[in-house]
């Protein structure tokens, strides 16, 4: 069983930084970033290897986020930066194999919402 807390969100400006925080426990697995928008489907936004040194995002966070992991304190970091209006919704941490889909991931956070006004 892994449980996952998340934190970090908020409502920030265009162009602003938001770190976002997971804190894990139990057994170490691949984790993932997702994030869910009022009337969209939640969708794929970065993942890391269990060991940390396999990334992977969705085109349209590449070179504005960065997925990393601290294991000594089993703790996963969205780092998100030049924000924009369209990155508003709620993020969710997931827990589990490695990959873009949502069915990799049996374990999900709460969710923390991230809101950025223009």
């Known amino acids: 069983q892994v449980q996952l807390v998340e934190s970090g969100g908020g409502l920030v400006q265009a162009g602003d930084s938001l770190r976002l925080s997971c804190a894990a426990s139990?057994?170490?697995?691949?984790m993932g970033w997702f994030r869910q928008a009022p009337g969209n489907e939640r969708e794929f936004v970065a993942t890391i290897s269990s060991g940390g040194g396999v990334t992977a995002y969705t085109d349209s966070v590449k070179g504005r986020f960065t997925i990393s992991r601290d294991n000594a304190k089993n703790t996963v970091y969205l780092q998100m930066n030049s924000l924009k209006p369209e990155d508003t919704a709620i993020y969710y941490c997931a827990a589990g194999a490695y990959g873009m889909i949502k069915s990799n991931y049996p374990y999900w956070g709460q969710g923390t919402q991230v809101t950025v006004s223009s």
């Open positions: 139990g057994r170490r697995t691949a």
